[in-house]
């Protein structure tokens, strides 16, 4: 004990330096000081001495990054000959198309079945796919697949901090195909779709007349009329697979209507359930379907923006996907006028199957807020009404809209904002117990929001509230939903980045305990969202390396979790910050490392060695941990 944490408190005194620093109660006899050793795993294989920090591309120009990228398309394999077939663009087709040159530079196979190409089925990747020795029916000789050695355990001291007990994998992990069926995802966006949008040449009579019917100025129907006069065939969607519009008449409703097409009153219930809410990079389908495994009850995409789903982005559209095993999902959608939020929603309505609609006001980022989206439209309320009016008439699905207590620092407005949302055709709100100044930093304000619950549940028709901040426990989960020791009108919480830690908060929070997950079974749940990834993001080198991309990502995110085991004081906070500790095993240890290089180690447990030259940045880092004087602030106050 000595050797990890020096000198040992007394527990009340530890426990009250641990509440002035915010830090985590971590044991002291699990501690372990900045002066250790480093673990056995940093001084094997191709770990030590790299620097993950900078990628090569950051420092080249955008014309010089573009070529390197028309370089690097050359060495992947035409999809056409990969899968047998002759590509009918040799000429001026920017991928190669020696199989033969493709396959003696092609990374090793990984160990396991392929995904897509169990129970006969062909794999859509063909020789691309990391799996392909397992194909039925290849005539080429291929390397077999074998495991990966990571490193040795031969001729490592036992003597340093960790424990050296062999529990981590020295090898790669199979993760490949199980034989089941997989399911295909929906919302994808087709070419005919991508061409009507991009020509501006889609059908959007039904979204231009309601706008038109509640005196909403609409600057789009001129860029259309433009668009169309350019174009000498009429491409718009009379035609299309996507039919599912009705006529200009029959979409038209009275304003602030919560009536379907059929005339039936839409509905949305959250009461009881558990809600995953959208999460920018990690709330991917993978990541989705993993909580969703765990005890998710209802899902909700990425935030997408309106301007570029109406562009035809496909990266923006790709936020719109559904898993099948989704039973309850919705789509997040941002944007700062109501012409092309009305529009945006009539598309869905056209094109999509999502069984709500959220609107975006919440969202603090400066390159969202100064083009008057997200925590902005708190400050222009005639533009949020025109916008929540405008959709939630075009849709026959429920509209529930995110937003903040306010946007500055002591100037709350939601309370003020919710009853106008029921009667502008809101189902539903989610209150977000911080201003956009705040961010992410200082508690959330759930007096506040039960306040505004309160004030909703007088409303007519009823609007039900969602709760959002800090629920990184289930005690959490139920202090949100009582108030005095009576139950709360808030109907359930919104689960952000207490998921993204912890994603069996969920199951946590259905069986109200606390879960001393094991390393072993935290690396399992790591392995269920690896085998996701692969499906959603495909098993070729580029689907595999996506999907490395994503898992450091979430990583990023999980290392912060402190077991409960480990831990005085339960439950554990979302701001309190964790302390460096040795687990109960080394695989606990790893799981737990704030070093990128322990993150990739991970990664190529599951997906193989990282190609040459890889690098890796977290896109998100932790502002939500508390200072050191507002935890004293905090302690003193308790």
Request: proline share 5%; aromatic share 8%; with cysteine.
């Amino acid at each position: 004990t000595e050797k990890l944490c020096g000198q040992q408190l007394s527990r009340d005194a530890y426990l009250k330096r641990c509440s002035e620093r915010s830090d985590a109660p971590v044991k002291q006899s699990h501690l372990k000081m900045a002066t250790s050793a480093v673990p056995f795993w940093r001084h094997v294989g191709n770990r030590g001495g790299e620097d993950f920090s900078m990628n090569e591309n950051q420092r080249l120009s955008k014309k010089q990054a573009k070529k390197n990228k028309m370089e690097q398309a050359k060495k992947h394999l035409c999809p056409s000959v990969a899968r047998g077939e002759t590509c009918m663009r040799t000429e001026s087709c920017r991928y190669g198309h020696d199989l033969k040159a493709f396959l003696e530079e092609k990374e090793k196979d990984l160990p396991g079945q392929c995904p897509f190409g169990s129970n006969g089925r062909i794999c859509p990747h063909g020789w691309t796919c990391r799996f392909a020795s397992t194909h039925k029916g290849v005539v080429v000789d291929l390397q077999e697949a074998q495991p990966d050695k990571l490193f040795s355990l031969d001729g490592v001291s036992g003597t340093e901090w960790w424990m050296n007990d062999g529990s981590i994998p020295d090898h790669t992990i199979d993760v490949g195909g199980s034989g089941v069926v997989i399911l295909s995802s929906l919302n994808h966006l087709d070419k005919e779709l991508q061409t009507k949008l991009r020509k501006r040449c889609y059908d959007f009579t039904q979204s231009d007349r309601i706008l038109e019917s509640l005196g909403i100025k609409n600057s789009m129907v001129k860029k259309s009329n433009q668009s169309k006069k350019r174009n000498d065939t009429d491409i718009g969607p009379a035609n299309s697979p996507h039919k599912m519009q009705k006529s200009a008449q029959e979409g038209c409703h009275d304003v602030g209507h919560k009536k379907s097409r059929d005339g039936t009153r839409k509905i949305f219930d959250a009461r009881g359930k558990t809600f995953l809410a959208p999460l920018t990079t990690v709330g991917n389908l993978p990541f989705r379907r993993l909580c969703k495994s765990l005890g998710a009850d209802i899902t909700c995409g990425e935030m997408a923006m309106a301007t570029n789903l109406l562009q035809g982005q496909t990266s923006e559209w790709a936020l719109l996907r559904r898993h099948p095993d989704e039973d309850c999902f919705g789509v997040q959608i941002c944007g700062a006028f109501p012409d092309s939020m009305t529009r945006c929603a009539q598309m869905i309505e056209d094109n999509c199957d999502v069984d709500f609609v959220d609107i975006n006001c919440g969202c603090p980022i400066d390159l969202v807020v100064n083009k008057g989206a997200g925590s902005a439209c708190l400050k222009r309320p005639q533009y949020l009404e025109q916008i929540v009016k405008g959709v939630s008439s075009v849709l026959s699905k429920p509209v529930t809209v995110k937003m903040r207590r306010g946007y500055h620092e002591g100037q709350d407005v939601a309370h003020t904002l919710i009853p106008k949302l029921s009667e502008w055709g809101a189902s539903a709100v989610t209150l977000h117990g911080r201003t956009r100044e705040q961010r992410y930093s200082k508690p959330a304000d759930w007096n506040y929001i039960k306040y505004c619950a309160r004030e909703a549940a007088q409303t007519s028709p009823r609007i039900q509230v969602v709760g959002n901040g800090d629920i990184f426990s289930w005690q959490d989960h139920v202090d949100a939903l009582q108030s005095e020791d009576v139950a709360s009108d808030v109907v359930t919480t919104y689960v952000a980045r207490g998921a993204l830690v912890k994603p069996w908060i969920f199951t946590e929070i259905k069986e109200k305990r606390d879960w001393d997950i094991s390393a072993s079974e935290r690396l399992d749940i790591v392995k269920r969202f690896v085998k996701n990834g692969l499906e959603h993001w495909g098993s070729d080198s580029r689907g595999v390396e996506n999907c490395r991309r994503f898992l450091l990502e979430w990583l990023s995110f999980a290392h912060r979790y402190v077991p409960s085991g480990l831990l005085e004081v339960l439950p554990q906070k979302s701001n309190w910050r964790p302390a460096s500790f040795v687990g109960r095993s080394d695989l606990e240890t790893l799981l737990g490392s704030p070093d990128p290089r322990d993150w990739i180690m991970l990664s190529e447990m599951f997906l193989g060695k990282t190609p040459k030259n890889f690098t890796f940045t977290p896109k998100h880092k932790a502002k939500a941990y508390a200072s050191p004087l507002q935890g004293k602030k905090m302690a003193e106050l308790s």
